[in-house]
């Protein structure tokens, strides 16, 4: 990441735009209900870094950063912010005006920064590509990892093709629900009595890769040194077991 942001800022020169203080800002809170944070380094070098979180269960508290690649940052210089959307869940709808208003409160509080770089990951990476795409956008540059960039509706659909591909071929006399749950625990526990008992056999190991595969799921695994194929074929299918 700090290596990607490096490349695309290397035209910029000259001094960080001024603001009154840089104390960091702690979970403000935003016109829509949601919360920002950011950090900025007494070197700061007028780039603000927009950070957009993947998929969460609950809004939670604003995450300027990832923590791997926090400090990194700040050291080269990067002014750090972000929303915690307002919302959990699927959230991107939220997410988008917060992201915009996050920015627009960090340039209130700190100075107009000469150029907004944002980045995200799964969810998130579609959230960036969605904020660098609007007609007026925040950004001015845009890195989307691992995204997911066919939109929710597509992403589901995928998602329910697997889900029902396994119930099929897994376990289709288990009470296994797809839609309309009514107990989100036990339906759960049911598709995970059904993964331990189709793990137990070739025949069912394989019908669960099938479905894996219908779903989307990534089999990507890094290689390791004198590894044959046959061990990296193994590896990539316990992924989708």
């Keep these: 990441l700090l290596a990607l942001c490096t490349a695309l800022l290397m035209p910029i020169a000259g001094a960080a735009p001024a603001g009154p203080d840089r104390a960091d800002t702690v979970e403000a809170p935003l016109p829509s209900g949601a919360e920002w944070s950011a950090v900025v380094p007494p070197n700061w ?14 809004a939670g508290a604003p995450e300027p ?25 699927w959230s991107v709808a939220e997410a988008v005006p917060a992201q915009e208003q996050t920015v627009a409160a960090f340039s209130r509080r ?16 579609l959230v960036t590509t969605v904020l660098a795409e609007r007609k007026h956008p925040a950004l001015q540059g ?11 509706l597509a992403m589901m659909n995928m998602g329910l093709d697997g889900a029902f591909a396994f119930r099929t071929l897994v376990a289709p006399d288990a009470g296994i629900e797809l839609t309309g749950i009514a107990d989100d625990r036990a339906n759960a526990a049911r598709v995970a009595a059904a993964v331990r008992a189709a793990a137990q056999t070739p025949h069912g190991r394989a019908r669960m890769i099938l479905a894996a595969t219908l779903a989307g799921i990534p089999a990507w695994v890094p290689p390791r040194p004198g590894e044959g194929e046959g061990e990296l074929f193994d590896r990539q299918a316990a992924v989708l077991t």
């Design 110 to 125: 700190y100075g107009k920064p000469r150029r907004v770089i944002g980045y995200g990951f799964s969810m998130g990476g």
């Design 65 to 89: 950063a990832p923590g791997r690649y926090r400090q990194a940052l700040l050291d080269a210089g990067y002014a750090l912010a972000a929303s915690n959307y307002g919302a959990g869940g």
């Design 142 to 152: 845009a890195i989307a990892l691992c995204s997911s960039m066919g939109g929710s």
């Design 45 to 58: 070098n007028g780039v603000l870094l927009l950070h957009s979180r993947g998929y969460a269960a609950e």
